[in-house]
């Protein structure tokens, strides 16, 4: 009886995210602007109420839980160093500051798609902006040479 390996969803997430950014300078790019995404709309749930951005980076977690636990474990880092950043933060200087890296960030996305000459992979699929984090986690990890 011959038993055939199905790849796991994360490996076919990504398989299908990198198919778009293959582009060095893209690549870059999406390495700065994605954390800085991240941090803005943590940030900008923080300004609605801290307990709001705790439970959506408890959501994605979960998310991220049932895709990779190295994933999950880094992606609760990052979540943690950005509500310890937020935290920290005058109260008044979060909505602000998380809606101008915002814009900012995303401008550099759409850049970055520019240069690549493709669209960016969450407008055929919402799950690409949960994956977006974990392609750049991935390239950390291949780099510490960490199994994911």
């Not at 980076?57 to 994933?71: D, I, K, N, Q, W």
């Not at 809606?99 to 798609?113: K, S």
Request: hydrophobic share 55%; proline share 6%; charged share 15%.
């Amino acid at each position: 009886m011959e038993t055939t390996l199905q790849p796991r969803t994360i490996d076919v997430l990504l398989a299908r995210y990198a198919e778009s950014h293959r582009d060095p300078t893209n690549e870059i790019i999406h390495c700065v602007c994605i954390p800085a995404i991240v941090f803005s709309l943590l940030g900008l749930l923080w300004a609605i109420h801290p307990v709001v951005a705790l439970l959506m980076a408890a959501g994605a977690l979960a998310y991220y839980v049932r895709l990779s636990l190295p994933f999950a474990i880094g992606m609760a880092a990052l979540a943690a160093v950005v509500l310890g950043l937020l935290s920290a933060m005058p109260r008044e200087m979060v909505l602000p500051a998380s809606i101008g890296v915002f814009v900012v960030a995303w401008v550099g996305q759409f850049v970055g798609h520019h240069i690549e000459g493709r669209k960016p992979s969450f407008l055929e699929d919402l799950r690409f902006l949960l994956i977006g984090p974990l392609f750049v986690l991935g390239l950390l990890y291949r780099r510490l040479h960490v199994a994911y």
